[in-house]
C-alpha cells in the first residue's frame, strides 16, 4: 500500500537521522513507517503513494484555514515575487506585529523568530535578563521547544520516543529547571515556597498539547497568575499551538488570564517557518537593540512567511471559533460512543478544534494519568485508521487538530472507519 513512502524512506535514512527532519514524524512509537507527502489541500493530505487521507495533523498545527488556502497560497507567491529574504525590515512585518497586538491584549509589543523554540528560548533569557533571576517552574509532560532549559520531562517527542530529557545536555543547564504536574497548583506553591525569590519564570502551555489534549482544570491557570504576582516572577504562556487556535485571542482570551509574556508560534506563519514572542512593552523594550537582552536571527520577520501569516490571520478574523468547536465537540463525542462501544477503556476529549484519544479510564489531568493510557491499543487504532484513509497524529502524547476545511463527511468518514476498527 506504501511502496512508494517505503522507498523514499529507505532513502532518506541513509542522509538525514531516523529519516526525519523531526523525530515525532517517524511513527516510531505506531509500528509504522512515516508517509512522504506528494501534495495537500483543504482537509486532505496526498502520499507519494497516491493515497489520499482526512489530515488530523495539519502540519501539527499550523493548517487551521486547511492546506493550500487560496489567500494564503496566492499572498505567498505575490510576496516570492518580490524577492525571499531582505535582511532588512519590511511592511509585512509592521502588518502581522499589529494583527498580533491587536488580537492578543496582553502583548504589547512582539518580535518574530522562525520557531517556537526559539520563541520560548528568547522569552526565557527576557524573563531571566527582566527580574536577575536563573530558575524556570515548566510542567511535566510540556512541551517548549528542543532548547536546552526545557529538556527536562518535556513532552511530545520527547516523551513519544522516552528519550530521558537531558542526553547532550549538561545537567547544570536544566538545574534551574523546576519540574510540577500539570493542574498541580499545591505542587507549584511548594516550589514556589522554597525557590520562589529565584524563580524568573513559570511557562506554562495554558492548554496543554503535548501529551495528547489535556485542558487547564478550574484555578490552575489563575493559581499560577497570583503565584508569579506574589513573588514577583513572570508567567508566559506557551501559545505556540493554543494562540489563534481555541479562539483568535488564544487561550489568554479563553480564560481571561493576562501573562506576562506570550509566546507564539505554528498558525501565525501560515504553515511558513515562523515564531513570536511578546509581551508588556516594559518587558519586550528591553530586547536588543532597544534594550541589553539579545536576540537575532537572520530570517526572522521573513516576508514570505509574514504574508503567509497576515493572509491567515485576516481569514481567522472572520471565521466562526464556535462553530467549529460545536462540530468538533460532537465528533469527539460519537468518536467515544463508537470506540467505547468496542469494550475497551477509552476516552476522547476535546477543547475548541482540538481533540484527543485517551485509551484509559483515568481522569486526564496530567502526564501521569495520560501514560496510563494502552499504548498497544492506540498503535492498533492509528493502523487501522490510516489503512482507512485517516490520517491521526502518529503518536498516543500529541493531540489531533481540526481545520475549518474539515467537512461534514470529513467527520462522518472517520466515524465510519472507526466503526470497522477491531481489537
Ligand atoms: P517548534 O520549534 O517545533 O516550531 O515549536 C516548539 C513548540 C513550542 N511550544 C509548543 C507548545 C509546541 O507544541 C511546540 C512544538 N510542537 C510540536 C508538536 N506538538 C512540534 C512537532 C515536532 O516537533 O515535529
Not at 527576557?126 to 513532552?155: E, M, Q, S, W
Not at 463508537?338 to 476529549?349: C, D, T
Request: one cysteine or more; charged letters at 15%.
Amino acid at each position: 500500500m506504501y511502496e512508494a513512502s517505503h522507498k523514499l524512506f529507505e532513502q532518506a535514512r541513509t542522509l538525514i537521522p531516523g529519516g526525519v527532519n523531526s523525530p515525532v514524524r517517524a511513527c516510531r512509537n505506531v509500528d509504522s513507517i512515516p508517509l512522504f507527502i506528494a501534495s495537500a489541500a483543504g482537509s486532505k493530505i496526498t502520499s507519494v503513494d497516491g493515497r489520499t487521507l482526512i489530515d488530523f495533523v495539519l502540519s501539527w498545527g499550523p493548517m487551521i484555514l486547511g492546506h493550500a488556502h487560496p489567500e494564503v497560497t496566492r499572498a505567498i507567491c505575490g510576496a516570492a515575487a518580490e524577492g525571499s529574504s531582505y535582511g532588512a525590515p519590511c511592511e509585512a512585518e509592521v502588518e502581522l506585529a499589529r494583527l498580533v497586538t491587536d488580537a492578543l491584549p496582553s502583548v504589547e509589543m512582539v518580535r518574530m523568530v522562525n520557531s517556537g523554540t526559539e520563541a520560548t528560548m528568547s522569552a526565557l533569557r527576557l524573563a531571566r535578563g527582566v527580574t536577575g533571576r536563573a530558575r524556570v517552574l515548566k510542567c511535566i509532560g510540556c512541551y517548549h521547544g528542543h532548547a536546552d532549559p526545557f529538556l527536562a520531562a518535556a513532552g511530545s517527542g520527547v516523551a513519544t520516543l522516552s528519550i530521558p530529557g537531558t542526553p547532550g545536555v549538561p545537567p547544570a543547564t536544566v538545574a534551574d529547571t523546576l519540574l510540577a504536574p500539570y493542574n498541580d497548583l499545591a505542587a507549584v506553591k511548594t516550589l514556589f515556597e522554597s525557590h520562589g525569590q529565584e524563580v524568573a519564570a513559570i511557562i506554562v502551555e495554558p492548554v496543554a498539547g503535548n501529551m495528547g489534549l489535556v485542558p487547564p482544570q478550574p484555578g490552575f491557570l489563575e493559581g499560577l497568575r497570583s503565584l508569579c504576582d506574589q513573588y514577583g516572577s513572570l508567567l508566559i504562556f506557551d501559545e505556540v499551538i493554543t494562540g489563534f487556535r481555541v479562539g483568535y485571542g488564544g487561550a489568554q482570551q479563553r480564560f481571561n488570564i493576562a501573562p506576562d509574556l506570550t509566546t507564539l508560534g505554528k498558525i501565525i506563519g501560515g504553515g511558513l517557518p515562523v515564531g513570536a514572542y511578546g509581551g508588556k512593552a516594559a518587558y519586550m523594550q528591553r530586547i536588543a537593540p532597544e534594550g541589553d537582552v539579545y536576540q537575532a536571527g537572520t530570517l526572522s520577520g521573513n516576508p514570505l512567511a509574514m504574508a503567509a501569516g497576515i493572509a491567515t490571520l485576516r481569514v481567522l478574523q472572520h471565521s466562526d471559533y464556535a462553530a467549529l468547536e460545536t462540530r468538533v465537540a460532537g465528533f469527539a463525542r460519537e468518536l467515544e460512543q463508537i470506540l467505547a462501544g468496542k469494550g475497551v477503556p477509552v476516552q476522547v476529549l476535546s477543547l475548541a478544534s482540538m481533540f484527543c484519544v485517551f485509551f484509559t479510564r483515568e481522569t486526564i489531568v496530567d502526564f501521569a494519568s495520560v501514560k496510563t493510557a494502552d499504548l498497544a491499543l492506540f498503535t492498533s487504532f492509528y493502523k487501522q485508521m490510516r489503512d482507512a484513509g485517516v490520517y491521526l497524529a502518529p503518536a498516543a502524547f500529541e493531540a489531533g487538530m481540526c481545520s475549518f476545511a474539515h467537512s461534514d463527511d470529513d467527520f462522518n468518514h472517520t466515524l465510519d472507519a472507526a466503526k470497522k476498527v477491531t481489537f
